[in-house]
């Protein structure tokens, strides 16, 4: 069974760096690119960041684009994503997800870590 356990939110202050964590269990974690996605409160989940599975790219949505870093560390079965220079509209519930070679869409998620940024 595939587990993704996401930990590292908290309350953080504007300008302030969080670094969440993705443990994942039950896959094939190198075959798999990671993501990292978002939802703030009434809005819809919107993309973050992801690491592809063959060769670590990364791709980042313009609003994270020099802020946020994703990472992966293969041998540990963890994607990582560090934020720096937070900012309110950082406010959300961070979510990671699986998608096996980036090939089948997103078809794994974890149960979400929440995200606060106080002025």
């Known amino acids: 069974q595939v587990q993704l356990v996401e930990s590292g939110g908290g309350l953080v202050q504007a300008g302030g760096s969080l670094r969440l964590s993705c443990a994942a269990s039950?896959?094939?974690?190198?075959?798999?690119?990671m993501g990292w996605f978002r939802q703030a409160p009434g809005k819809e989940r919107e993309f973050a960041a992801e690491?592809?599975?063959?060769?670590?790219?990364?791709r980042y949505a313009d609003s994270v684009k020099g802020r946020f870093t994703i990472s992966r560390d293969n041998a540990k079965n963890t994607v990582y994503l560090q934020m720096n220079s937070l900012q309110l509209e950082d406010t959300a519930v961070y979510y990671c997800?699986?998608?096996?070679?980036?090939?089948?869409?997103?078809?794994?998620w974890g149960q979400g870590t929440q995200v606060t940024v106080s002025s």
């Open positions: 997800a699986a998608n096996y070679q980036g090939t089948t869409g997103y078809n794994f």
């Open positions: 039950g896959l094939t974690f190198s075959r798999y690119t």
């Open positions: 690491v592809t599975w063959s060769d670590g790219r990364t």
